[in-house]
């Protein structure tokens, strides 16, 4: 227990020195220094200097190990990012690409595990120390399996925790993307210093990292935050999870191609029907310029889907009382406009004690929010020594 605060301290803060881990931990001095001690015969930790002065002798520093690495993957609908971070979470290399999860996993873990290799070349690791791996659907977590994944076909019961571990050579464990979202904002982001938040990723769908006391909230099953399948209008339209109604089947990067379209195809829309006649199909970039230009059937679609968005939000607040909700994903690059229809939805429908004092933000990290809190998941695990 005081092994694995000890080294999450060190792996945020940086190196320090003896006497301020003392401050921070609140462990007599002998206690500390069995501590630490044992830490670096496990190689974990290592010496790091001395200390500034602080009068009388100066303490000696000690920071985590900086050869170790973690390999962060983080698998989205329609791409993938994978980095490699230090002991301290920096990311040392980062490469994307487009990729469609619906080839299945063999085909995607073919394309990560290439993209891992050209990152040891480049990042010159040796060997992965951990990695924590993301997918766009729910995930049993203790044993790495996604469940019945409504955007991923063939992924159901695949063992991406065991069959990755053996192909890395290292422990691996496995999360909801959304979940890795909310570490990285937590690690690095706008979440620093909030303990309990809310974030919420926009993309091919939706999803919501709970985060509770610093820890991410999974649930019994791993289910927890699946706020897509919310339903936000009884008997209305078809979603891919099989049921009607559901926040995903109006909002999301697919049910906003698919409204775009429409409203090129049916003359509402000369902005996005150019577009369409352009390129044969249209993306949320497409509805983003779109609106940009001034095309308002494109900023009807942006604040209807943020107006459906923010309900659920709404209802969320209400109910948990975080003390931040970060908004992340790919929809964001719609811009201010969908923001500011989940902020209205959200400060008029939630009582003013939960919203009185509540920030609705954008992400800070990025596309590298995922890979970074992959990264953070596994250095958890790695830094929590029995």
């Known amino acids: 227990m005081h092994q694995a605060r000890l080294l999450r301290l060190l792996r945020d803060l940086g190196p320090q020195s003896r006497v301020a881990l003392g401050d921070l931990v609140e462990l007599s001095r002998s206690k500390l220094a069995f501590e630490i001690d044992r830490l670096l015969e496990t190689g974990l930790v290592v010496p790091d200097g001395l200390a500034a002065s602080r009068g009388g002798r100066?303490?000696?520093?000690?920071?985590?190990?900086?050869?170790?690495?973690?390999?962060?993957?983080?698998?989205?609908?329609?791409?993938?990012?994978?980095?490699?971070?230090?002991?301290?979470?920096?990311?040392?290399?980062?490469?994307?690409?487009?990729?469609?999860?619906?080839?299945?996993?063999?085909?995607?873990?073919?394309?990560?595990?290439?993209?891992?290799?050209?990152?040891?070349?480049?990042?010159?690791?040796?060997?992965?120390?951990?990695?924590?791996?993301?997918?766009?659907?729910?995930?049993?977590?203790?044993?790495?399996v996604p469940v019945a994944p409504p955007i991923m076909p063939g992924w159901n019961g695949f063992p991406v925790r065991e069959a990755m571990s053996q192909e890395l050579g290292c422990p691996v464990l496995v999360d909801n993307d959304v979940n890795l979202m909310a570490l990285g904002e937590q690690q690095a982001g706008v979440a620093r210093s909030v303990r309990d938040f809310l974030c919420v990723k926009l993309g091919t769908g939706i999803g919501c990292g709970i985060v509770v006391g610093g820890e991410v909230h999974r649930g019994m099953t791993g289910s927890a935050g699946d706020i897509g399948h919310i339903q936000v209008e009884p008997g209305g339209l078809r979603c891919a999870c099989g049921n009607t109604g559901c926040l995903e089947a109006y909002f999301g990067g697919n049910a906003l191609v698919r409204d775009a379209t429409a409203f090129a195809q049916s003359g509402r829309s000369t902005e996005l029907a150019g577009r369409l006649a352009s390129a044969g199909r249209l993306t949320p970039e497409d509805v983003s310029a779109a609106a940009a230009a001034g095309d308002a059937a494109a900023l009807d679609l942006i604040r209807?889907?943020?107006?459906?968005?923010?309900?659920?939000?709404?209802?969320?607040?209400?109910?948990?009382?975080?003390?931040?909700?970060?908004?992340?994903?790919?929809?964001?690059?719609?811009?201010?406009?969908?923001?500011?229809?989940?902020?209205?939805?959200?400060?008029?429908?939630?009582?003013?004690?939960?919203?009185?004092?509540?920030?609705?933000?954008?992400?800070?990290?990025?596309?590298?929010?995922?890979?970074?809190?992959?990264?953070?998941?596994?250095?958890?695990?790695?830094?929590?020594?029995?």
């Open 58 to 144: 100066r303490s000696h520093n000690v920071r985590v190990a900086p050869s170790l690495r973690f390999l962060g993957v983080d698998i989205g609908a329609t791409s993938v990012d994978v980095a490699v971070t230090n002991a301290e979470l920096e990311v040392l290399g980062h490469v994307a690409e487009p990729l469609d999860v619906r080839e299945g996993p063999v085909a995607v873990f073919e394309r990560v595990l290439a993209l891992a290799g050209k990152l040891r070349e480049a990042t010159s690791t040796e060997h992965f120390d951990g990695a924590g791996i993301g997918v766009p659907g729910p995930v049993r977590f203790p044993e790495g």
């Open 304 to 386: 209807w889907g943020g107006n459906r968005t923010g309900q659920v939000i709404a209802g969320l607040v209400s109910f948990f009382n975080p003390g931040l909700v970060v908004i992340g994903g790919g929809l964001t690059g719609l811009g201010h406009n969908l923001l500011a229809s989940i902020r209205t939805q959200v400060y008029g429908q939630s009582l003013p004690l939960a919203t009185g004092n509540l920030p609705i933000v954008l992400g800070e990290l990025g596309q590298v929010a995922g890979v970074v809190g992959a990264a953070r998941l596994i250095s958890n695990h790695i830094f929590s020594p029995s």
